[in-house]
């Protein structure tokens, strides 16, 4: 089966980093592209990074210039390395993968990130 298990979320204070990682298995891994998004209360869902199968990168607004994402195939994992935390990228972040073969996406339990001004 999917399985996409992220780790590296907890409380961090402003200004502060942390390196988000999910790792992967079920799926061709080195073919798929990855995303992370995530969720704060009371709003809407969105998309932070993504990262295709060839390593090109795009990123919301609300993060580019802080965040980076990047994949390691050899290890079948996806990082999201976060710098410059401020509270309000206080969320569950998920890490997500559409499938090759079907229309569907495959989604992680989701990790909490916690920024404190």
């Known amino acids: 089966q999917v399985q996409l298990v992220e780790s590296g979320g907890g409380l961090v204070q402003a200004g502060g980093s942390l390196r988000l990682s999910c790792a992967v298995s079920?799926?061709?891994?080195?073919?798929?592209?990855m995303g992370w998004y995530r969720q704060a209360p009371g709003k809407q869902r969105e998309l932070v990074a993504t990262?295709?199968?060839?390593?090109?990168?795009n990123y919301a607004d609300s993060v580019k210039g802080r965040f980076t994402i990047s994949r390691d195939n050899a290890k079948s994992t996806v990082y999201l390395q976060m710098n410059s935390l401020k509270p309000e990228d206080t969320a569950v972040y998920y890490c997500?993968?559409?499938?090759?073969?079907?229309?569907?996406?495959?989604w992680g339990q989701g990790t909490q990130v916690t920024v404190s001004s």
């Open positions: 990262i295709t199968s060839d390593g090109n990168t």
């Open positions: 079920g799926i061709i891994f080195r073919r798929n592209n």
């Open positions: 997500t993968a559409p499938s090759i073969f079907s229309p569907r996406t495959y």
